[in-house]
């Protein structure tokens, strides 16, 4: 199992760093989608920078707890947008990498936290 949530880890990981990138480089299909929002080049810069932060806190165990909660918020946002603007098939599929990073966070979380009596404790 370890090996599956590191595999699930580094894609989670690598498909935030790319999204973030693509907000970064204001690609013209994320502008015009984001635009309808609101969302102003600086800011969709920002969503990017956020994105690209939380896919590289993803890849060091020792920030993978903060990189599961950024990455999972902003594909939850994008998810949201989409529902908003009426892809219902799209924002579905977009809320399986939400799953994943909270599966992510979860186990991440469990295998930081063991419980021990000490020869105190009844």
Partial sequence: MKVAIT????????LSIAAGAAKIALVPD??????QFGFTP???????ITQVLGGVL????????????VAGIAFALSALLLLI???????GISLVP???AGLIGYRN???????????GDT
């Fill in 58 to 69: 993803l890849v060091f165990p020792a920030t993978r707890a903060y990189g599961s909660i």
């Fill in 7 to 14: 595999i699930v880890t580094l894609l989670i990981g690598l």
């Fill in 109 to 119: 979380y469990a295998s930081q936290t063991t419980f021990s009596l000490s020869e």
């Fill in 98 to 100: 939400v799953c994943l």
């Fill in 42 to 48: 600086a800011l969709i810069i920002t969503f990017g």
């Fill in 30 to 35: 994320e502008v015009r989608f984001l635009s």
């Fill in 85 to 91: 603007g009426g892809n219902l098939v799209f924002a």
